[in-house]
């Protein structure tokens, strides 16, 4: 696919990611939209986002145009484009997306089942960014798109960590270096670095943290008064479950935050045998094998779900026969 041919008729385009929105979301959103305008200057094009965390917001270039708001003054956008999610977590952007004369989805979540008229999903790819960067004409990157692509290649992949991590990715991240950007400061504020509200958050999910399955599991949970007391919001428990993970001899980690509207997200991550998208997609959730996500409603029991959850992968490590003893 190339988008230029896809697009190449519209004078407004609206673009759009998911709802608490991570690097590639926004490096995606942001890289592909300034492509757009560099290469169609006659052409409105528009992102919607909800606010960006204080370092993607200063490592993004464009991230002054998001349109946080959802509002705008078009009924109907010639085309409207969304990256990194299916419709149904794009937030207040659904309605355009829907309404738009065409609709294009590019994603790189398994569970996707690509909701628009034209549809780019690849499981296999490392990140939304890598799939902007196979959509566009290299010859046409200057600093600013590389930039954006880059930042969300590390944050998807764990700074090139992660199995969905492949030559191709390493190829397209190693060629965006070579615009010049300072690419060391980049990976230390949007993926290291936390601010100390965030580390605070972090002390607490860890403090109250369980280890399930003889230590292959690890389980952490934050209600929504946990977070706030400590001065943090929704988008201050990001990385947790990475760090969870991290954990020695852990094979998968578990951990939910409750929002302000009583509902729990639940993120998993797993290093190598557990499936977590499949956990995900029984609750309603996906994503990929290795890291997935699912809303769980408010009037059902976090605890017991969470068990629910723990007994799945208990089974999926039995049929590895990775739990001989089969430990609590």
Not at 106 to 130: F, K, Q, R, W
């Amino acid at each position: 696919m190339q988008i230029l041919e896809e697009v190449k008729d519209c004078k407004t385009i609206g673009i759009s990611g998911h709802e608490n929105p991570d690097g590639d979301c926004a490096g995606s959103c942001l890289g592909l939209a300034l492509y757009l305008r560099k290469m169609m200057p006659g052409a409105r094009v528009d992102v919607f986002l909800e606010p960006l965390r204080e370092d993607l917001y200063n490592n993004l270039p464009g991230a002054d145009t998001v349109i946080t708001n959802f509002r705008t003054d078009l009924e109907v956008y010639d085309a409207f484009i969304v990256l990194d999610s299916a419709k149904d977590r794009i937030s207040g952007a659904k309605e355009l997306f829907e309404r738009a004369e065409k609709t294009i989805n590019i994603d790189h979540h398994i569970s996707n089942p690509g909701d628009g008229m034209v549809n780019y999903v690849n499981g296999s790819s490392s990140s939304a960014c890598e799939l902007v960067y196979e959509v566009i004409d290299h010859d046409q990157i200057d600093t600013d798109i590389a930039q954006n692509l880059y930042v969300g290649m590390v944050t998807d992949t764990g700074c090139f960590r992660f199995s969905s991590t492949s030559r191709k990715t390493m190829q397209a991240a190693g060629e965006l270096m070579t615009y010049g950007f300072d690419f060391p400061r980049i990976v230390r504020e949007v993926y290291f670095e936390k601010t100390f509200v965030q580390q605070r958050v972090l002390g607490r999910a860890l403090s109250k943290a369980k280890s399930c399955l003889g230590g292959r599991c690890i389980v952490s949970k934050l209600d929504h008064l946990a977070i706030t007391a400590l001065g943090g919001v929704g988008k201050d428990v990001e990385g947790i479950v990475s760090a969870l993970v991290s954990t020695t001899g852990a094979h998968c980690a578990i951990f939910a935050h409750e929002r302000s509207t009583g509902d729990w997200r639940v993120s998993f991550r797993s290093n190598q045998i557990v499936d977590v998208s499949v956990i995900a997609q029984h609750y309603g959730g996906g994503g990929h094998i290795r890291a997935s996500g699912c809303t769980i409603q408010k009037n059902r029991d976090i605890t017991i779900v969470i068990q629910e959850m723990v007994a799945m992968i208990r089974g999926q490590l039995k049929a590895a026969d990775e739990l001989p003893d089969d430990p609590e």
